[in-house]
Every structure is written in structure tokens, then in C-alpha cells.
């Protein structure tokens, strides 16, 4: 699980938008979300430069997240 999707909308982004900032295609985004793709490391760096937040804030699952 990760959050990418929430960080996204709050920053009011479509899937393209965001693509399109850090330079990979929208499906990327799309497979990311659904946790479909483990995106590389810079990628991830990239993801949360762009939304705003940090690696542990978009991919970090702590016990309090659990759902």
C-alpha cells in the first residue's frame, strides 16, 4: 500500500499531471497506485519531491496504518 493517489489528489492532480512533472508515463502513476509496479528508488525520491512529502510519508506502513 502506499499513498501516492491521496498525496496526488490533495495536490489536486490528475494522474497525467503528475506523470507528466516527474517524467514517466501516466500508466506508471496508474500501476504505482495500485500497487501494481514497484517504482525504483528515484522514482519514489521523485514521487514524493513532486507531492510534497517524503519517502516514509508515501510509502511507510506503520502499525497506526493499519486499516
Known amino acids: 500500500m ?3 493517489r491521496e ?9 497525467f499531471a503528475l506523470s507528466q512533472k516527474i517524467g514517466v508515463a501516466r500508466q506508471t502513476i496508474n500501476l504505482i497506485e495500485n500497487d501494481k509496479y514497484n517504482p525504483s528508488l528515484n522514482l519514489c ?3 514524493a519531491k513532486e507531492l510534497g512529502t ?14
Open 2 to 4: 502506499n499513498r501516492v
Open 7 to 15: 498525496y496526488r489528489e490533495q495536490q489536486g492532480l490528475s494522474q
Open 45 to 47: 525520491i521523485s514521487l
Open 54 to 67: 517524503d519517502l516514509n510519508g508515501l510509502f511507510w506502513e506503520g502499525e497506526d496504518d493499519e486499516k
